[in-house]
């Protein structure tokens, strides 16, 4: 089993990626999320779980903030 990430500085240390999904029904727009600037404004120590980080997030497509997040590993296995 792999290591807990919970953190923002954890997660970049990883390079996995997190990607935000916008859950509006007529929208579902999707987009990586970058986090240095996660980082940069909220600091390494900040918890990067959905309940840490989906309130903070806007979907830049249609502005709303009902909001989802995803990681997803930086290979991801083959099926
Ligand atoms: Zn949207």
């Not at 990883?14 to 579902?28: A, H, I, Q, V």
């Not at 727009?29 to 309130?55: F, K, N, T, V, W």
């Amino acid at each position: 089993m792999g290591i807990t990430i919970n953190t923002l500085g954890a997660l970049y240390d990883t390079k996995e990626r997190l990607f935000g999904c916008c859950r509006d029904p007529s929208c579902y727009h999707s987009a990586q999320i970058d986090l240095e600037p996660l980082i940069a404004r909220y600091g390494r120590g900040h918890g990067c779980m959905h309940r840490h980080l989906a309130h903070k997030l806007r979907c830049t497509a249609c502005g709303g903030t009902n909001c989802g997040i995803q990681l997803l590993p930086a290979r991801t296995p083959r099926m």
